[in-house]
């Protein structure tokens, strides 16, 4: 990573993730879906940093509620996605699929990736390869589909895997260990899988965050990115299915498990 750029996971809620992004050489600093105010303010304050944006993946409370506090003690500007504009109150600047925009002086690319919620977009900081994901791609998981289809979901993650490999992905949850839980049960023979596991029972011992995660290893590990791997199909036993009939199983099966 660019050393002038530093990421900070602040820690919210039962299980949130929000991330501080700080530009050192132009001293800006974003936060990106704060789910409260308070841990973010924390931060600020002992760095003697002034927050000039917050960016929001989508409407969900626990990637919103702390907008309005930090706007109003910052006169911070809001970056949100359009489709979802008459959902989250204050947006200062709407973006939509395609749209170039500058996080903390950094060029992003906005990728709208419905499924989880309708408007849900993500956004790619190409030069440094970095992805502020929302709940739309976890570690070896993906976000529940809830306001828009399965295929969406599955489109949407086709989106991100044709992403350079060696990006690096923030999300908004700390659910890896119920994924690899998951993971583990669809995919016991993924070599790959069982290396990546025992790096994240490492970091769960120390009590490190499993996030970020790097793409390659999504891409190798992660069942719902694995859809259309042959090789996988079979040895799930289902190899007649299409890669999105595969993807609509898993979820379902995800949603009880």
């Not at 970020?212 to 036993?237: H, Q, S, V």
Request: proline share 4%.
């Amino acid at each position: 990573m660019n050393k002038d750029i530093e990421i900070i996971t602040v820690k919210a809620l039962s299980d949130n993730y929000i991330w501080l992004l700080r530009n050192h050489s132009k001293n800006l600093t974003t936060v990106i879906d704060p789910a409260e105010a308070e841990p973010v303010e924390e931060v600020l304050l002992k760095n003697n940093w002034k927050l000039n944006q917050i960016i929001n993946t989508h409407h969900h409370y626990d990637h919103t509620k702390g907008n309005l506090k930090l706007q109003e003690k910052y006169n911070a500007v809001l970056i949100a996605p359009k489709l979802e504009q008459d959902k989250i109150k204050n947006i200062s600047h709407s973006v939509e699929d395609g749209d170039i925009f500058d996080i903390a002086g950094l060029p992003a690319k906005i990728l709208h990736t419905p499924g989880h919620t309708l408007g849900h977009v993500i956004y790619y900081l190409y030069n440094e390869k970095i992805l502020f994901a929302g709940d739309t791609l976890f570690s070896l998981g993906c976000g529940r589909v809830f306001e828009g289809s399965m295929q969406d979901m599955y489109l949407s993650l086709e989106k991100i895997k044709n992403l350079d490999p060696k990006t690096t992905i923030y999300c908004g949850h700390e659910y890896t260990e119920s994924n690899l839980n998951f993971a583990l049960q669809i995919d016991p023979r993924n070599n790959d899988l069982l290396k990546f596991a025992d790096k994240i029972l490492k970091q769960k011992s120390k009590g490190v965050p499993t996030i970020p995660t790097i793409l390659k290893d999504e891409i190798n590990c992660n069942p719902f990115l694995r859809t259309d791997n042959p090789e996988f199909a079979k040895n799930i036993g289902h190899s007649k299915m299409s890669a999105q009939e595969i993807f609509k199983m898993l979820r379902e099966m995800k949603d009880t498990f």
